[in-house]
């Protein structure tokens, strides 16, 4: 292997593998290096106990922007769904439920009180609200446009979303502008009647986030997440062999471009003379060398610890210091002797995405505590079961759960070396009353917290978006000014990552903007 | 004679500040006040033998000087002292002073932080663009973004225009300001708990929001806009109370051949043909008039005293959609003399001004959770404030009156409506609070008004006891404010107005949304001033 490349690429996350294959397609010579074993990041499939696989970070794919697929040439169709148009069922502790479709025309399937009304209120609400995320659509595939000296391209982004918000008509303009600020606590109340359906908006919208579902700016994500997954025709689905196999599809087509992939390389630290990037050098000391580098990494370990602050202006480090990058979910994986017992008598259930979550109310109270660096004691969770949909993912007849935990801080006020067996012994006792019987049927359990998804994924903070998301850190604002346009004040470096317009979720779009940055840039 | 070129209802404020701009352009005003007092929020009333109460708003500062000048308030007796100091007491016996000095406060800061100190010069500069940015948009009109017409653009290419004095970063900054909470604004600039704790208060006033919200930052600029003698940031008290305030403004709104009405309470809207034409009284009076404002906020105008025959339906729900939120009580207290406060060094002007009791953003943002839990803060915000040190002429000789707005306290418990005993809990946890920071301050209570959010709504109008007639968040400011499409003053019957802190730019004793509609409503009857 040359050590001279045009473009190196830290980090084989899904958006690392994106932007390296729009890059290779037109010509470039490509290196990726990926600190773990693994390609794929937060996007992968891992072993966590003998014989039971699972998606050890995301665990649904809620969708690739639809341009990425043709320009990575990746068959969408050669990509093997385990499963598709996965539906959600939300649920409360006296076991009513919903169940939801999601992706276009999302719309209720079944439930246990609703009436007529109530089900047309959700595709009421669901049909207005794709005017709005239409508009974030749009976007996603745009490079943020700069607002004062701005190129020709950047007046063009602008003028043309003006123009696309002028064509809603008047009526759809004022809510928008509107409800964009507003909190989807409100809106969720505005619009249903009934518990679940609010507590099931208000859930999707704060997922991922630190913010409660009254905290204004969250419609924002829930507009965000939903500008994706409206235009998958596969709707919320998983990859056979987890969400891994989908980044293992774009290495295999980097490799065929030609792009050099190597694991277990950490770099340490990127080159740079003269404010130009030179190349990197990992933590062994092997350097290579480019003109171009492109950091799918978070924008505080590339600037601070990579570039180093010697090399920024205060300023900027300032700036990117304080960017909130605490992760906020911890997810747990359980391997079962067997499947549990069905909570609404419907043997479907464990092929639905289950969300627990009695009330928006329930939703607010769990995220007091994140505040202050608490778990909370009456935790809301989004449960999948990956090997009822993918029976590869577990031996014969036992099976695999998969718990994401919103609301559990980064740092615990007592440290998590003290308190992390407490909290997975008290998620395993609140799983114990949604699912009665549980505790008997578990084999293995792994808990990652925000902490150890920033250990094992090299994630500052574990943030799964790498940084919080809302409406303060849109467009030019994400991950900070100065940065949004995906460049860096160091000629040659470019960032990739999750903490970019428009966003992580597995969208691929962050990679798919930057790898175009890149080719306009000279 | 019951026929008027125009008819105000309510006397609060901006109420009183629309009327006197009406009567000047020699409209025949009639301003109809409920209560038998007049000023709204605005008032000083004697509950106590001898002792004057500002028993709503508390400060004079945001009030538009541009509106003090043309109404000639000086004239008809209003001053304004300023006053320096204020404070905020630490849990560990120490505190931290509030100085109108940037140099005094940089001071202040390092006994704290030596970091913050540095740091302070930087936010002080930054907040204070956010301010210079904002404050001509308080005296316009909010441009439609919507329409076409050529004010609106005009409007809208006004804004572009102030953007664009601003450096590209600084743009940048302006966008994430209104839309950051304050603790994120805040982490950005200090370390120091205190210091944030200190500042952050003035982010949740009045709000149904924690300092760890979004949109809470913004807020700060409502307490930061204000101006006393042409003093940036400072602020004062009216000699005589708030309601020294009305009554300078009943004096020229009278100069002007004005004329007021209290004890009327309105009932009912008269729209005829699809024009409001009139208002009828509850004792069954009617006066007439083609233009009639409201002063009310605008669910008490829209849901109470117009009928929803004469209102599109969609506009009714949107008026029910409005986000209005009890969020703060206030106890006035009659003291027998000064209370002492060990933590401040003898003599120590800090006790002049706002003195505060939340030293962290954590302790305010728990006072949050509880009230969205539906009770009053546990570990309440105390803004208090003895005015009778800048103004002894409303107390008897050696006596002390002392506001204390407290936050957070909601609208309805979540037992159920707020009962007497609550109430007394409710006021009981707050005296109990300030008797920790000072320990004579329990034996020199004379008599203390205790005020729910259900009282300020009983008594003010104020629905839910909102001080600033609704939330000021994203959704419903500027061109938002109240209901998109009705950000004008206009309302969707011809001829009837909103001139209250519904409108744009919202709450606090500021005017504006008064001046601002009596513009709207002479440019419509093609008058000025």
Redesign the interface.
């Given at each position: 292997m040359s050590n001279q490349y045009d473009i190196i690429i830290i980090g084989a996350g899904l958006n690392g593998l994106v932007c390296a294959n729009i890059l290779a397609k037109k010509g470039r010579k490509v290196l990726v290096l990926e600190a773990n074993k693994q390609v794929g990041g937060l996007a992968n499939t891992r072993e966590f106990a003998s014989g039971f696989k699972v998606s050890a970070g995301a665990h649904l794919l809620y969708g690739l922007h639809p341009d990425i697929y043709r320009l990575c040439d990746v068959q969408e169709s050669k990509i093997e769904f385990a499963d598709k148009n996965i539906s959600t069922l939300v649920i409360n502790q006296n076991k009513e439920f919903i169940n939801y479709s999601s992706g276009e025309d999302s719309q209720i399937i079944y439930s246990s009180s609703l009436s007529e009304q109530q089900n047309s209120d959700w595709s009421n609400f669901q049909n207005r609200m794709k005017t709005f995320s239409d508009i974030l659509f749009d976007l996603a595939n745009k490079t943020p446009p700069?607002?004062?000296?701005g190129s020709i391209q950047d007046y063009k982004t602008l003028f043309n979303t003006g123009l696309k918000l002028k064509r809603l008509d008047?009526q759809n303009?004022?809510?928008f502008?509107?409800?964009?600020?507003?909190?989807i606590y409100?809106l969720a109340d505005?619009s249903f009647t009934d518990n679940l359906q609010k507590a099931a908006i208000c859930f999707e919208s704060a997922l991922g986030t630190r913010?409660g579902p009254?905290?204004?700016?969250t419609v924002y994500n829930w507009l965000n997440r939903y500008s994706i997954i409206n235009r998958q025709p596969a709707g919320l689905s998983v990859p056979r062999g987890g969400i891994g196999s989908l980044s293992q599809a774009f290495a295999n087509a980097a490799l065929i471009k030609g792009v050099d992939i190597s694991v277990s390389s950490r770099v340490e630290k990127i080159l740079i003379a003269d404010n130009q990037v030179k190349g990197v050098q990992l933590s062994g000391g092997e350097k290579f060398a480019a003109r171009q580098v492109i950091s799918n990494a978070d924008i505080k370990k590339t600037m601070l610890s990579m570039v180093g602050p010697e090399n920024i202006d205060t300023d900027v480090v300032?700036r990117v210091s304080?960017i909130?990058m605490q992760g906020t979910t911890a997810k747990m994986h359980l391997a079962l002797n067997q499947l549990l017992e069905p909570i609404t008598h419907n043997v479907s259930d464990f092929q639905s995405r289950i969300i627990y979550a009695p009330d928006a109310d329930f939703i607010?109270?769990a995220s007091?505590s994140i505040?202050?660096n608490q778990y909370t004691h009456e935790p809301t969770f989004e449960i999948t079961f990956p090997s009822v949909q993918d029976s590869s993912l577990a031996p014969a007849g036992k099976h695999v759960m998969s718990v994401l935990i919103p609301y559990v801080p980064y740092e615990h006020k007592e440290g998590w070396a003290q308190r992390k067996e407490r909290f997975e012994n008290h998620i395993i006792e609140q799983l114990e009353y949604i699912f009665p019987g549980i505790h008997a049927a578990i084999e293995h359990v792994e808990t990652l917290t925000p902490a150890d998804i920033e250990r094992q994924f090299n994630i500052t903070g574990g943030h799964w978006h790498h940084g919080e998301i809302?409406?303060?850190r849109f467009m030019?604002?994400r991950p900070t000014?100065?940065f949004a346009q995906y460049k860096t004040p160091i000629d040659g470096l470019f960032l990739c990552g999750a903490d970019c317009h428009p966003g992580g979720d597995l969208s691929g779009a962050p990679g798919m903007n930057a790898a175009n940055t890149v080719l306009q840039s000279k | 004679m019951n026929n008027y070129d125009a008819i105000v209802i309510g006397a609060g404020h901006n109420g009183l500040v629309n009327a006197c701009y009406l009567a000047r352009a020699d409209l025949k005003t009639l301003v109809l006040e409920r209560n038998p007092y007049i000023g709204g929020a605005s008032v000083t009333r004697e509950l106590y033998p001898g002792f004057s109460y500002t028993n709503c708003s508390y400060v004079c500062s945001l009030f538009r000087p541009e509106i003090f000048r043309q109404l000639e308030l000086s004239r008809h007796g209003l001053q304004v002292i300023p006053y320096d100091g204020g404070c905020t007491f630490t849990q560990d016996g120490n505190y931290l002073a509030t100085y109108n000095d940037h140099e005094a406060q940089r001071r202040e800061f390092a006994r704290f932080s030596a970091r913050d100190a540095e740091a302070y010069d930087d936010y002080a500069t930054d907040v204070m663009r956010h301010c210079r940015f904002i404050k001509p948009w308080l005296l316009r009109t909010p441009p439609d973004?919507?329409s076409r017409k050529a004010k609106d653009i005009k409007g809208l290419w006004q804004l572009y225009k102030d953007?664009?004095v601003l450096?590209?970063?600084q743009?940048?900054?302006t966008?994430?300001f209104y839309?950051?909470?304050c603790g994120?604004y805040l982490?950005?600039y200090f370390e120091s708990d205190v210091i944030k704790g200190h500042i952050s208060n003035s982010s949740i006033i009045g709000t149904g929001?924690g300092p760890?919200?979004?949109?809470s930052a913004y807020v700060l600029l409502h307490h930061y806009m204000g101006e006393v003698d042409g003093r940036i940031g400072s602020w004062g008290v009216a000699r005589g109370g708030m309601g020294a305030i009305a009554n300078a403004l009943a004096s020229s709104f009278k100069a002007s051949q004005g004329e007021i009405k209290t004890d009327c309470s309105v009932e009912n809207l008269i729209v005829k043909e699809g024009k409001a034409v009139g208002v009828a009284l509850e004792n069954g009076d009617e006066y007439y008039a083609d233009t009639i404002v409201s002063n009310l906020d605008v669910k008490r105008t829209f849901l109470k005293v117009v009928d929803k025959q004469h209102l599109p339906q969609d506009f009714v729900t949107q008026v029910q959609?409005f986000?209005i939120r009890g969020s703060s009580g206030k106890l006035n207290i009659a003291l027998d003399g000064m209370p002492t406060f060990p933590a401040l060094p003898e003599g120590s002007t800090a006790i002049r001004g706002h003195v505060n009791i939340i030293d962290s953003m954590?302790r305010l943002?728990?006072g949050y959770?509880d009230w969205?839990?539906g009770t009053w803060s546990k570990d309440p915000f105390v803004d208090l404030l003895i005015p009778t040190q800048t103004d002894p002429t409303m107390v008897p000789p050696g006596k002390q009156m002392m506001s204390v707005f407290v936050q957070y306290a909601p609208p309805v418990l979540n037992t159920g409506e707020w009962t007497e005993e609550d109430k007394q809990a409710f006021g009981q946890t707050v005296i109990d609070a300030i008797a920790q920071y000072s320990p004579d301050f329990k034996d020199l209570i004379l008599h203390a008004e205790i005020r729910t959010p259900q009282d300020i709504e009983n008594e003010a109008g104020l629905t839910q006891g909102n001080i600033f007639h609704g939330e000021l968040?994203?959704?419903q400011l500027l061109?938002?404010r109240p209901i998109?499409?009705y950000a004008q003053y206009r309302s969707p019957i011809p001829g009837f107005y909103m001139c209250g802190s519904s409108t744009h730019p919202g709450g606090g004793v500021m005017g504006a949304p008064g001046a601002n509609a009596a513009r709207e409503i002479l440019a419509d009857k093609r008058m000025t001033v």
């Amino acid at each position: 292997m040359s050590n001279q490349y045009d473009i190196i690429i830290i980090g084989a996350g899904l958006n690392g593998l994106v932007c390296a294959n729009i890059l290779a397609k037109k010509g470039r010579k490509v290196l990726v290096l990926e600190a773990n074993k693994q390609v794929g990041g937060l996007a992968n499939t891992r072993e966590f106990a003998s014989g039971f696989k699972v998606s050890a970070g995301a665990h649904l794919l809620y969708g690739l922007h639809p341009d990425i697929y043709r320009l990575c040439d990746v068959q969408e169709s050669k990509i093997e769904f385990a499963d598709k148009n996965i539906s959600t069922l939300v649920i409360n502790q006296n076991k009513e439920f919903i169940n939801y479709s999601s992706g276009e025309d999302s719309q209720i399937i079944y439930s246990s009180s609703l009436s007529e009304q109530q089900n047309s209120d959700w595709s009421n609400f669901q049909n207005r609200m794709k005017t709005f995320s239409d508009i974030l659509f749009d976007l996603a595939n745009k490079t943020p446009p700069r607002l004062k000296n701005g190129s020709i391209q950047d007046y063009k982004t602008l003028f043309n979303t003006g123009l696309k918000l002028k064509r809603l008509d008047k009526q759809n303009l004022r809510q928008f502008l509107r409800i964009i600020g507003m909190n989807i606590y409100d809106l969720a109340d505005e619009s249903f009647t009934d518990n679940l359906q609010k507590a099931a908006i208000c859930f999707e919208s704060a997922l991922g986030t630190r913010l409660g579902p009254r905290a204004p700016n969250t419609v924002y994500n829930w507009l965000n997440r939903y500008s994706i997954i409206n235009r998958q025709p596969a709707g919320l689905s998983v990859p056979r062999g987890g969400i891994g196999s989908l980044s293992q599809a774009f290495a295999n087509a980097a490799l065929i471009k030609g792009v050099d992939i190597s694991v277990s390389s950490r770099v340490e630290k990127i080159l740079i003379a003269d404010n130009q990037v030179k190349g990197v050098q990992l933590s062994g000391g092997e350097k290579f060398a480019a003109r171009q580098v492109i950091s799918n990494a978070d924008i505080k370990k590339t600037m601070l610890s990579m570039v180093g602050p010697e090399n920024i202006d205060t300023d900027v480090v300032r700036r990117v210091s304080y960017i909130p990058m605490q992760g906020t979910t911890a997810k747990m994986h359980l391997a079962l002797n067997q499947l549990l017992e069905p909570i609404t008598h419907n043997v479907s259930d464990f092929q639905s995405r289950i969300i627990y979550a009695p009330d928006a109310d329930f939703i607010e109270r769990a995220s007091n505590s994140i505040k202050y660096n608490q778990y909370t004691h009456e935790p809301t969770f989004e449960i999948t079961f990956p090997s009822v949909q993918d029976s590869s993912l577990a031996p014969a007849g036992k099976h695999v759960m998969s718990v994401l935990i919103p609301y559990v801080p980064y740092e615990h006020k007592e440290g998590w070396a003290q308190r992390k067996e407490r909290f997975e012994n008290h998620i395993i006792e609140q799983l114990e009353y949604i699912f009665p019987g549980i505790h008997a049927a578990i084999e293995h359990v792994e808990t990652l917290t925000p902490a150890d998804i920033e250990r094992q994924f090299n994630i500052t903070g574990g943030h799964w978006h790498h940084g919080e998301i809302g409406l303060e850190r849109f467009m030019m604002l994400r991950p900070t000014a100065g940065f949004a346009q995906y460049k860096t004040p160091i000629d040659g470096l470019f960032l990739c990552g999750a903490d970019c317009h428009p966003g992580g979720d597995l969208s691929g779009a962050p990679g798919m903007n930057a790898a175009n940055t890149v080719l306009q840039s000279k | 004679m019951n026929n008027y070129d125009a008819i105000v209802i309510g006397a609060g404020h901006n109420g009183l500040v629309n009327a006197c701009y009406l009567a000047r352009a020699d409209l025949k005003t009639l301003v109809l006040e409920r209560n038998p007092y007049i000023g709204g929020a605005s008032v000083t009333r004697e509950l106590y033998p001898g002792f004057s109460y500002t028993n709503c708003s508390y400060v004079c500062s945001l009030f538009r000087p541009e509106i003090f000048r043309q109404l000639e308030l000086s004239r008809h007796g209003l001053q304004v002292i300023p006053y320096d100091g204020g404070c905020t007491f630490t849990q560990d016996g120490n505190y931290l002073a509030t100085y109108n000095d940037h140099e005094a406060q940089r001071r202040e800061f390092a006994r704290f932080s030596a970091r913050d100190a540095e740091a302070y010069d930087d936010y002080a500069t930054d907040v204070m663009r956010h301010c210079r940015f904002i404050k001509p948009w308080l005296l316009r009109t909010p441009p439609d973004p919507v329409s076409r017409k050529a004010k609106d653009i005009k409007g809208l290419w006004q804004l572009y225009k102030d953007l664009q004095v601003l450096t590209e970063a600084q743009i940048y900054d302006t966008l994430e300001f209104y839309t950051i909470s304050c603790g994120d604004y805040l982490n950005r600039y200090f370390e120091s708990d205190v210091i944030k704790g200190h500042i952050s208060n003035s982010s949740i006033i009045g709000t149904g929001l924690g300092p760890y919200s979004p949109g809470s930052a913004y807020v700060l600029l409502h307490h930061y806009m204000g101006e006393v003698d042409g003093r940036i940031g400072s602020w004062g008290v009216a000699r005589g109370g708030m309601g020294a305030i009305a009554n300078a403004l009943a004096s020229s709104f009278k100069a002007s051949q004005g004329e007021i009405k209290t004890d009327c309470s309105v009932e009912n809207l008269i729209v005829k043909e699809g024009k409001a034409v009139g208002v009828a009284l509850e004792n069954g009076d009617e006066y007439y008039a083609d233009t009639i404002v409201s002063n009310l906020d605008v669910k008490r105008t829209f849901l109470k005293v117009v009928d929803k025959q004469h209102l599109p339906q969609d506009f009714v729900t949107q008026v029910q959609q409005f986000k209005i939120r009890g969020s703060s009580g206030k106890l006035n207290i009659a003291l027998d003399g000064m209370p002492t406060f060990p933590a401040l060094p003898e003599g120590s002007t800090a006790i002049r001004g706002h003195v505060n009791i939340i030293d962290s953003m954590e302790r305010l943002e728990r006072g949050y959770d509880d009230w969205k839990n539906g009770t009053w803060s546990k570990d309440p915000f105390v803004d208090l404030l003895i005015p009778t040190q800048t103004d002894p002429t409303m107390v008897p000789p050696g006596k002390q009156m002392m506001s204390v707005f407290v936050q957070y306290a909601p609208p309805v418990l979540n037992t159920g409506e707020w009962t007497e005993e609550d109430k007394q809990a409710f006021g009981q946890t707050v005296i109990d609070a300030i008797a920790q920071y000072s320990p004579d301050f329990k034996d020199l209570i004379l008599h203390a008004e205790i005020r729910t959010p259900q009282d300020i709504e009983n008594e003010a109008g104020l629905t839910q006891g909102n001080i600033f007639h609704g939330e000021l968040t994203l959704d419903q400011l500027l061109f938002n404010r109240p209901i998109p499409g009705y950000a004008q003053y206009r309302s969707p019957i011809p001829g009837f107005y909103m001139c209250g802190s519904s409108t744009h730019p919202g709450g606090g004793v500021m005017g504006a949304p008064g001046a601002n509609a009596a513009r709207e409503i002479l440019a419509d009857k093609r008058m000025t001033v």
